[in-house]
C-alpha cells in the first residue's frame, strides 16, 4: 500500500519560512513526478511547485523565487522550501506523486494535507 505522508505545516510569521516534507512509503517501483499543490479557503486547489525526475521542475508564478522545490531521491522525499512567506501562502498544502507501485500501473497519490498559516 503505498502512502504519502507530510510534515513541516504550522504557524508561521508574515517574512518567515517553513520547510515541508513529503515521504512515499510501501512497494514502488518507479516515481516520475512529485509536487505540491495548496488549496486556500474558498478557492480551487492550485500547483505550487512539481519535480519530475532528472530534476526538472516548475512553479507557479506568485511563488518563484520564494519557495524552492528539491527531492531526496534515496529516500522517496520531496521538500519545499517556502521563504518570506505572506498571508496569501495560507493554505492546505498537499503533496502529490505520480508513480508506479510494484507490479502495478502507473496512477496519482496525494497525501492528507498539512495546513499551513501565514499570520501576525
Known amino acids: 500500500q503505498v502512502q504519502l505522508v507530510e510534515s513541516g505545516g504550522g504557524l508561521v510569521q508574515p517574512g518567515g519560512s517553513l520547510r515541508l516534507s513529503c515521504a512515499a512509503s510501501?512497494?514502488?517501483?518507479?516515481?516520475?513526478?512529485m509536487g505540491w499543490y495548496r488549496r486556500a479557503p474558498g478557492k480551487e486547489r492550485e500547483l505550487v511547485a512539481k519535480?519530475?525526475?532528472?530534476?526538472?521542475?516548475a512553479y507557479r508564478d506568485s511563488v518563484k523565487g520564494r519557495f524552492t522545490i528539491s527531492r531526496d531521491y534515496a529516500k522517496n522525499t520531496v521538500y519545499l522550501q517556502m521563504n518570506s512567506l505572506n498571508s496569501e501562502d495560507t493554505a492546505v498544502y498537499y503533496c502529490?506523486?505520480?508513480?508506479?507501485?510494484?507490479?502495478?500501473?502507473?496512477?496519482?497519490?496525494w497525501g492528507q494535507g498539512t495546513q499551513v498559516t501565514v499570520s501576525s
Open positions: 502529490e506523486a505520480v508513480l508506479q507501485p510494484e507490479g502495478g500501473l502507473s496512477n496519482e497519490y
Open positions: 519535480i519530475r525526475n532528472g530534476g526538472s521542475t
Open positions: 510501501g512497494s514502488i517501483q518507479s516515481i516520475f513526478v
